[in-house]
């Protein structure tokens, strides 16, 4: 990513953007996000608040309370975009997980940008209770290794989350075999568990409205920290989840105001549309996110992460078409990131041939073909294998 060039790319943005007539979007407009009181929605109803005053846009914002239930609608065309995480956008293109169940398969996911904050950790959180059954009082010297033999939410349908907390387990040289698994329907109800002592870890954004909730209830909140210098340890994380890297959490429950807390991130919120969608649409609604930003910075925890300046262009799902054009129109779109993106769409036509000979050969064990058709598809097209 050169921020040098998109730095000034969004400079000029900020001194030539008006009131928002200059851009061309449908008076209703809907997408999914993360359920109520989550980071991803609180920064959905900012941005719809800005869209609002700035263009007399109404944007409706779904909340589902898992990745299933945040694609379903996009999928199905009932919502134009969504606000989602990597479940749905990376796993969702991958087929993995729930994604890859026979109604399913490869989502033909875009994006047309991210929030690449920097200051929001995504993180296994941990209930200070926890810290006194591992005898470590105050959570001095807790690491993740010390949840052997705990509690950890599993959320039904969420495979990012699962995901995630695997990652997180991993790093502290765990597995899911090696702690309590606590099935949950959403991931407001694995935070419920948190407060009501159902579960003594769940993931989630470092500044979602659950962990603030957690923070201030009887059995507390840690964020285990996460040495980046431990090679092992993030090779661990990474084998699991490559999408992760370390950063300094500085905006979240127990965080805000202090110095900060070790963890590790990724893009999130991620806003994407699916393939077929309308180039124009996409096109002014990526403008519209980019040029109406001042009307939103700073109106929810995090949401200073959809900035300009802050987009990678060489990320793990492609951009839509629409996206492009803007990004090109500005000066912010580079012929690496185009050899990037062509390569991520390859990728996906790869998985999407690789799942329609699969569908015609009809086996009887659908996952374990499935898994091993997708490995070989990868393989073969010189792409990287993950999961």
Avoid at 212 to 223: A, T, V
Avoid at 250 to 265: L, N
């Amino acid at each position: 990513m050169k921020l040098v060039k998109l730095s000034a790319a969004f400079a000029l943005l900020a001194s030539a953007a008006t009131a928002g007539g200059h851009i061309s979007l449908p008076k209703q407009l809907a997408w999914t996000a993360y359920g109520t009181g989550s980071a991803g929605y609180n920064q959905s109803v900012a941005i719809g608040a800005a869209l609002q005053e700035a263009a007399g846009v109404n944007l409706r914002v779904l909340p589902g309370k898992n990745d299933i239930a945040r694609t379903e609608p996009l999928r199905q065309g009932k919502v134009q975009f969504s606000a989602t995480g990597v479940g749905g956008s990376f796993m969702a293109q991958e087929a993995v997980f729930q994604f890859g169940a026979e109604n399913w398969g490869p989502q033909q996911v875009r994006v047309l940008l991210a929030n690449n904050g920097g200051t929001v950790g995504l993180a296994l959180g941990v209930a200070k209770e926890a810290c006194e059954k591992a005898g470590k009082p105050g959570c001095v010297g807790f690491e993740y290794s010390d949840l052997k033999g705990m509690k950890v939410a599993w959320v039904k349908g969420a495979p990012a989350l699962n995901v995630n907390n695997q990652a997180y387990l991993a790093y502290g040289g765990l597995t899911w075999d090696d702690v309590e698994k606590v099935e949950f329907g959403g991931f407001g109800a694995s935070w419920e568990g948190m407060q009501d002592g159902s579960v003594d870890a769940a993931f989630a954004s470092t500044n979602s409205g659950r962990v603030y909730q957690q923070e201030s209830s009887p059995r507390g909140l840690f964020w285990p920290p996460v040495d980046g210098s431990n090679t092992e340890a993030m090779a661990r994380m990474n084998a699991i989840a490559p999408f992760f890297s370390p950063m300094t959490a500085t905006v979240g429950a127990t965080i805000d105001g202090g110095p900060g807390v070790p963890t590790a991130g990724y893009a999130y919120p991620v806003l994407v549309a699916m393939v077929d969608q309308d180039a124009d649409l996409v096109y002014n609604m990526t403008k519209a996110m980019v040029e109406l930003y001042d009307g939103y910075k700073g109106n929810a925890p995090g949401i200073n992460g959809w900035a300009l300046d802050k987009q990678n262009f060489e990320w793990v799902a492609p951009y839509h078409d629409g996206a492009i054009k803007y990004y090109t129109e500005i000066g912010a779109w580079s012929d690496a990131a185009q050899a990037h993106n062509d390569n991520l769409v390859a990728r996906q036509g790869a998985l999407a041939a690789a799942w329609a000979e699969l569908k015609a050969e009809g086996p009887s064990d659908w996952a374990a073909a499935w898994d091993a058709k997708r490995r070989a598809s990868l393989e073969a097209g010189g792409f990287e294998v993950v999961f």
